[in-house]
């Protein structure tokens, strides 16, 4: 049975190649799992299994960092070193920032953290 990231052989139209420029946030989170690697808090090998056990849906709505995100949270709160009410509660004081700032995506303050 193929997983959500098994896609090798199946049609799934044209890539864009074209380079683009990462977000601030990007940067940030390929930052901290670079940090979290070389401490060895999660292996790679650790992340690719959580990011791949995200499910279907959230594999093919999610960018590539929101994947990664989703993923180092999950990690984080099993391996106890955050709680999800931590997390929730963090999420909350960004989402509050960029409302106020105007840089809020639409329809952002409608996902659940």
Known sequence: MRGPHDVG??????IDPAP??????EKQI????GVIGAK???TTHENRRYVE?????????LTYYERWTAALSRQMVD????????IDARVRV?????A????LAPGAEDVKP
């Open 100 to 103: 106020a700032s105007g840089e």
């Open 30 to 33: 390929d930052g901290l799992r």
């Open 53 to 61: 056990s995200l499910g279907d849906d959230a594999y093919e709505t």
């Open 20 to 25: 683009h420029e990462l977000g601030f946030w």
């Open 79 to 86: 391996k106890g070193l955050l709680t999800q009410a931590e």
């Open 40 to 42: 060895v808090i999660v």
């Open 94 to 98: 960004v989402r509050e920032r960029l």
């Open 9 to 14: 052989g199946l049609d799934d139209g044209p």
